[in-house]
């Protein structure tokens, strides 16, 4: 149908058809980016789960491979779920993934490559002595899953953690080992927190600062089950006790660092040797039904993989698409220095292609004298504030923003917009994708999503805000990869007609849009079939 066409994206990374969850084991191996995901290849729903297996030069074009792991042992008939890979001293990349095994117990398996010498690693093979770890003694047997990349401490041995519910706290459970078969538990979690359950999909690494002072701080990140929603923490890494120490400890998760507002889970990063970066993906499900899923013929897709560094501060991440997403740029709009008064709704004319596009604007704010106060128990909870004070509610400093994927009588758009707020002696910037009026369409998920982000409007009176838009996805990073939003759109506009995007501000003070430059994105080419057999 029409409709399903065009919700597709046309540079996101999604297979052909059937449903996709989390991005697993990603590496760069011998020239080649590797990149496996959760498939079920049998439909559009969640279930049947195995590894489907991509591979990339440039992270934005991939060609599909077939499956690396399928469903075929004791230890893995009944999924093969999420897990990473590892680079092994000196050459050898393996997989550790969760297995559910034959009673629907959560293990841990390994596969290797059969053929080292092909590159792209097409086909991979489990060793008989799988499960390697089993949910023994106070491991709850279904929850306890997702191993990490290893890690080599100064004792030599190699370390991994595995997301789990221990006595109810969400932790990482830390395993070591000697030849990365036989594991053993440690005494204490890499870490833990009652503020939370289940840890799914935990992801540890070093994140490095730019610049001279290249401050590292290790970062571990987390999924919860209970918001659908990825957080992570900021700390140190004691070696010698093998605990990861975060800088604060927060008794409640609603306070907790986010990856990203939106709809966006998941999430694993991996270390790119060629581009000395580290880089992300994250998993965005859909916001429409399970019978449009079934209509359509897929669900999920993932988003564009973002560098992932830490701020200069040193308190929070900082996230921005890797520079490669440019190479889909075209027909650049300039424009410059367009003051928008209370009320303004700016329409950006010269961007013909409003569903596939890339949008770069940043806003001066002339005065902040009208900001309104900010009550600290908002900071609990972002988005019921942006649904509260929506997009359309006149303010003092904001809202500001742009309407994407408008209708061409803006009855649907999706408002991603800023509002200023003062507490104390400075200021804080409420950012806020806004769905509710997406579409017109019945039976989606229209939330509004927000967050608060750290900008220094003393220093500079500027907020930046990129935009990935691409048919159903709209990837926001605000105050240069402050924040981030992903959203999931269905406009009806999509398929009737055209779609356009605006610019606005309901605040009551004047706000300058510096610079704006749009380019429409060409279709990348993703995983259109199968072009490699071994
Ligand atoms: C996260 C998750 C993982 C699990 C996988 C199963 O979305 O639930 O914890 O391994 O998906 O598909």
């Not at 409007?457 to 605000?478: A, M, P």
Request: a negative charge.
């Amino acid at each position: 149908s029409i409709v399903s066409k065009q919700y597709r994206t046309a540079y996101h990374f999604q297979p052909p058809k059937n449903w996709i969850n989390d991005p697993n084991g990603p590496m760069y191996y011998k020239g080649i980016y590797h990149l496996f995901y959760q498939y079920n290849p049998n439909g559009s729903l969640w279930g049947d789960i195995i590894w489907g297996h991509s591979v990339s030069t440039d992270l934005i074009n991939w060609i599909r491979l077939e499956p690396a792991l399928d469903r075929t042992t004791p230890s893995d008939n009944n999924g093969c779920w999420s897990g990473s890979a590892t680079i092994l001293a000196p050459d050898s990349p393996v997989i550790l993934y969760t297995g559910s095994d034959s009673s629907n117990r959560q293990v841990q398996n390994i596969a290797f490559p059969v053929n080292l010498t092909d590159p792209y690693l097409t086909k991979w093979t489990k060793p008989a002595y799988n499960p390697l770890i089993e949910p023994v003694g106070d491991l709850n047997s279904s929850e306890f899953r997702d191993p990490t990349t290893g890690w080599v401490g100064k004792d030599n041995l190699w370390r991994i953690a595995i997301g789990a519910e221990l006595q109810g706290k969400g932790a990482a459970i830390l395993y070591k080992s000697k030849d990365f078969v036989h594991w053993v538990r440690a005494k204490d979690p890499l870490h833990s927190s009652s503020a939370s359950g289940m840890w799914e999909c935990p992801d540890f690494y070093p994140a490095v600062a730019e610049g001279d002072g290249s401050e590292t701080k290790y970062v571990l990140k987390m999924s919860l089950t209970e918001t659908g929603m990825d957080y992570y923490m900021l700390g140190k890494y004691e070696e010698d006790r093998d605990a990861f120490v975060p800088d604060n400890v927060v008794d409640d998760y609603r306070l907790w660092a986010r990856i990203d507002f939106g709809k966006f889970y998941a999430s694993k990063s991996f270390f790119d040797p060629q581009k000395h970066r580290r880089v992300l993906y994250g998993w965005s499900s859909e916001s429409d039904s399970a019978s449009d899923d079934v209509a359509k013929g897929w669900a999920g897709i993932h988003t564009i993989p973002r560098t992932i560094w830490l701020d200069n501060s040193g308190k929070q991440l900082l996230q921005w698409p890797i520079e490669e997403v440019e190479s889909l740029r075209k027909d650049e709009v300039h424009l410059q220095d367009i003051d928008l008064n209370t009320g303004a709704v700016f329409e950006v004319k010269e961007l013909k292609e409003a569903s596939q596009a890339d949008v770069e604007a940043e806003f001066e704010l002339y005065n902040l004298e009208r900001a309104e106060p900010l009550d600290p128990n908002w900071l609990l909870d972002p988005q019921k504030l942006c649904e509260e004070q929506s997009a359309s509610a006149p303010g003092g400093v904001g809202p500001f923003g742009l309407l994407l994927l408008a209708s061409d009588d803006l009855v649907e758009h999706t408002a991603v917009y800023f509002k200023v707020y003062r507490s104390q002696n400075s200021y804080m910037v409420l950012m806020c994708s806004d769905q509710r009026r997406s579409s017109s369409r019945p039976g989606l998920y229209k939330p509004a999503y927000g967050g608060f982000l750290d900008v220094d409007l003393q220093k500079e009176r500027k907020i930046s805000l990129r935009t990935l838009i691409d048919h159903s996805v709209i990837e926001s990073f605000g105050g240069g990869g402050r924040g981030c939003i992903t959203a999931r759109v269905y406009p009806e506009a999509l398929c009737t007609g055209s779609t356009y995007l605006h610019a606005f501000n309901n605040g009551s003070t004047t706000v300058k849009i510096s610079t704006l430059k749009a380019w429409k994105m060409r279709r990348a080419k993703i995983n259109e079939n199968i072009s490699i057999r071994s």
